[in-house]
């Protein structure tokens, strides 16, 4: 039986396209994540992308390149590409990192499908849509952070050839090559009808026979029975104004037109938990802290999962201390639940000064309280390169974090890691560098495009501080995690071949920085590329962290956790309702 083609393909791009032939030390840009630094992680919105097209009729492919080729070194992607077959390409640039890979994706879709149009948006595309929208890979782009409903309306005047004057938030080029820009008008206030629904994008694998082209990030790839992890999304936007965050109130306001978030309902969040606690017993993480829009909120999601039991563990976040009674209610309504605050820093100066106005004995509150209603891990995230943030202060950091190890035990894990590659365009220190202390190295596209390329993620970072260069950020971030690493050692977080391993790749990085700052000084360009490529098999033994193992980065889940069969019924019984 052949096999019918998409009408769209959203093809997700690892940071850097060819990243088997570059020598680069990505350092640890990516450890605050499941995903290596080629950000294999596709945006969660591929998800309701797809849900919502393909309820109206469009096909839809999600390929994830990124992962096909990080998990086989014999996968070609531009193969892949040239055979497929499809009316459009979409392309995500969501996060910056993605500037080099994306563009060479589009690249390729051209070189091999001239007449089929390509596709952009996120974040990203959306901030840089005045120089996006000029290269010659690109005919549209979706600015905004709800794509769905102007794509669907794309894609049908894609099918039917009309031009598009009438679409919201959209970017394009006519045939003659002139720019067009459509108002910047849809920015819905509700987001119940997109569905958070695995059993979509599950069905349109089943449907296009490519299930390994599904894989979020690389270690779902490979044990994805074992812990296919998923999200739950609360909102669009968020009331909070953090400094460095392209994701804030007023950053969102200023190039998403996003005014204020839009809060799916209580019901349909405990639905939707609900929903995937059928399909997978892995752990489910609620992206964005319930209690934004206020505790009755908060309160009504957790009513709706106190009615269904399951034993998946539920990941909250907490984007400020959160009352005593709101952990012992989590804890009433579901069996396994976990925690994670990103305190930043244990200066509460620094904290304030990146709007974070909160103290260290809140913080301390809310761990004892989670720990006694029975939270089973409790996460707290530092962060380094930070306004008045010194080497100094942040080795004081780590200090606090041994304090609360120490306190709490091993059910408290503790991370550091710097703001890296790239601060976010868009965010408040980024549009405002002197108010902040910060100087911003990189402002095009182009330059971010060629910052990816780096042999060294120092030579990446588009920032520095009054109070640390980019030398000290990277040196700091590896003394910090050395000395973290020996106090997870200490207090029995890791083991010692866990803290053995992790030593070593730190201190191998060091060297490596240290031989690729030598390397830089040269003045041959070619004696250059010779001598990286000759670092390049050392390069790769910490592609896929540095400072943190994954391992540390995953929450309590048994084994043989996606509950296949079930699925797969779900999503034989949706193609034959929607058929």
Request: glycine content about 4%; aromatic content about 12%; hydrophobic content about 40%.
């Amino acid at each position: 039986m052949s096999i019918a083609n998409p009408h769209l393909v959203l093809l997700h791009a690892p940071t850097v396209y060819d990243f088997r032939k570059h020598p680069i030390m990505y350092g640890p840009i990516a450890d605050g994540v499941p995903s290596t630094p080629l950000f294999e992680m596709y945006p969660v919105g591929f998800f309701s992308i797809v849900e919502h097209l393909e309820r109206n009729g469009i096909g839809v492919r999600i390929v994830n390149l990124a992962v096909r080729m990080l998990s086989s070194d014999s996968f070609d992607a531009e193969k892949m590409i040239r055979r497929l077959k499809t009316k459009a390409f979409g392309i995500d640039l969501h996060w910056l990192p993605h500037a080099q890979g994306s563009f060479e994706v589009a690249t390729i879709c051209k070189r091999y499908h001239p007449d089929v149009p390509v596709i952009f948006g996120g974040f990203s595309a959306t901030y840089f849509y005045e120089e996006l929208i000029h290269y010659p890979e690109v005919d549209f782009i979706l600015r905004g952070d709800s794509a769905e409903v102007p794509l669907l309306r794309l894609m049908k005047a894609i099918i039917q050839h009309q031009q598009p004057h009438n679409i919201p938030n959209l970017v394009w080029k006519d045939s003659g090559g002139e720019v067009h820009i459509n108002p910047f008008t849809h920015v819905p206030t509700e987001v119940n009808e997109f569905l958070n629904n695995f059993v979509y994008v599950f069905k349109s694998a089943l449907k296009y026979r490519d299930v390994r082209s599904l894989s979020p990030w690389k270690g779902w790839s490979s044990q994805w029975l074992d812990y296919p992890i998923t999200p739950v999304i609360t909102c669009r936007g968020c009331i909070h104004n953090c400094i460095f965050c392209g994701g804030s109130r007023n950053a969102l306001a200023n190039y998403c037109n996003r005014k204020k978030p839009a809060f799916r309902s209580p019901e349909l969040i405990a639905e939707d938990i609900v929903k995937i606690t059928k399909y997978t017993k892995a752990p489910i993480f609620v992206i964005g802290d319930l209690l934004q829009p206020g505790e009755e909120y908060a309160y009504a999601v957790l009513e709706g999962l106190k009615k269904t039991a399951f034993k998946n563990h539920l990941v909250f976040e907490l984007f400020k201390p959160a009352p005593e009674d709101y952990f012992e209610f989590v804890a009433e309504s579901v069996d396994n639940f976990n925690f994670e605050i990103s305190p930043d820093s244990h200066d509460e100066r620094i904290r304030a000064a990146e709007g974070k106005r909160y103290k260290n004995s809140e913080i301390e509150k809310n761990i004892r309280w989670a720990l006694d209603s029975g939270c089973n891990r409790f996460d707290a995230f530092f962060m380094i390169g930070l306004p008045f943030q010194t080497p100094e202060s942040v080795m004081e950091t780590v200090d606090w974090c041994g304090y609360l190890m120490a306190k709490f035990g091993t059910r408290f894990v503790p991370f550091i890691l710097a703001y890296s590659p790239f601060l976010d365009p868009g965010c408040i220190a980024y549009e405002n560098p002197e108010k902040f202390g910060y100087k911003i190295l990189f402002k095009t596209l182009a330059e971010y495009r060629e910052a990816m390329l780096s042999p060294s993620w120092k030579y990446a970072l588009n920032y520095e501080t009054e109070w640390m260069t980019r030398d000290e950020i990277v040196d700091c971030t590896y003394q910090a995690g050395l000395k973290l690493n020996r106090l997870k050692a200490e207090y029995g977080l890791i083991d010692y071949d866990s803290f053995k391993a992790t030593e070593e790749r730190i201190k191998l990085a060091i060297e490596l920085t240290s031989a690729i700052d030598k390397i830089k000084a040269l003045n041959d360009a070619s004696v250059q590329h010779e001598r990286l490529m000759q670092l390049k098999p050392e390069l790769d033994t910490i592609l896929n962290s540095v400072i943190n193992e994954k391992v540390q980065m995953e929450w309590p889940a048994a084994k043989r956790n996606l509950r296949i069969f079930c699925l797969l019924k779900a999503a034989i019984v949706e193609y034959f309702k929607r058929s």
